[in-house]
């Protein structure tokens, strides 16, 4: 394929991820991009290291895995209009291998962030529990009136990688739609986070938004269905209390079979 033929391609491409993703050419331009354009149009064959690639650097520049799955949807649309050839699942699992790749390099030296997820830390958590309690004490509340934990569980013991990391990857990325109001968001175990949030009405709400927007990636690995548990938990009265609570839901989490081994 001629070098023309391929920036024609990459320029309709950014045309459709502008309309559709609403990146911006100075984010969006990459020699990857070009790489996976001329691999695509060169007849569909081995993508899988340019589609790496290009998900690795996609995640070093902040883009969110399902903006990077939709901007390749826009790349397959404008190589094949007819849509003959489609994006499958072994493409997304490639790009988003290299995106999670390219997160976890991204985040390796911020102490206060799970690499896979972005999310919080464990440690992180108990920090702001602990600033959360000795701030109520002082005005003269409980914190246990004024704040709860969210707590979601996904049963990762019952699939392979990379599904298992993916779904967490996800989960992750629709806890910070629908928390995104300062709320901290911890990853705390295998498939486990905890928000702590201000113990309102529009938690609820919340919640059900919540299961709305994850129910739709419950279906991984060969099709098999799991099902997320999702709940609030109401905080204890002490500091103590509440680290302790850390704890066992976090031993729980950790209490779980030896995940299968991976896809070979």
Known sequence: MSRIRTLSIVEAW??????RV?????DWLHPAVEALAEALDGGFTEPGPALARLGA???SNGFTLDEVIEDLHCLYDVVDPARRVRLDRLDTLEVARGWVHGFAEATRDMGCVEPLTGCATEAFLRA?????YQHCD??????AD???LVVVRLPLESLREPHRSLLAVRVAERLRVVFDGGETIASVGPGTFIVLVADTPAVGAALASLTERVEPDLVCDEASPVRTQLWI???PESLDQALSLIDDLTTRSRRR???PTPDP
């Open 14 to 19: 950014l045309g459709e991820a502008r309309r």
């Open 22 to 26: 609403g990146v911006s050419r100075d």
């Open 57 to 59: 650097i996609r995640a």
């Open 128 to 132: 702001r529990l602990t600033q959360t």
């Open 138 to 143: 002082s005005i003269g509340l409980g914190a």
């Open 146 to 148: 004024v704040h709860s």
């Open 233 to 235: 938990e109401g905080l």
């Open 257 to 259: 079979p030896t995940p």
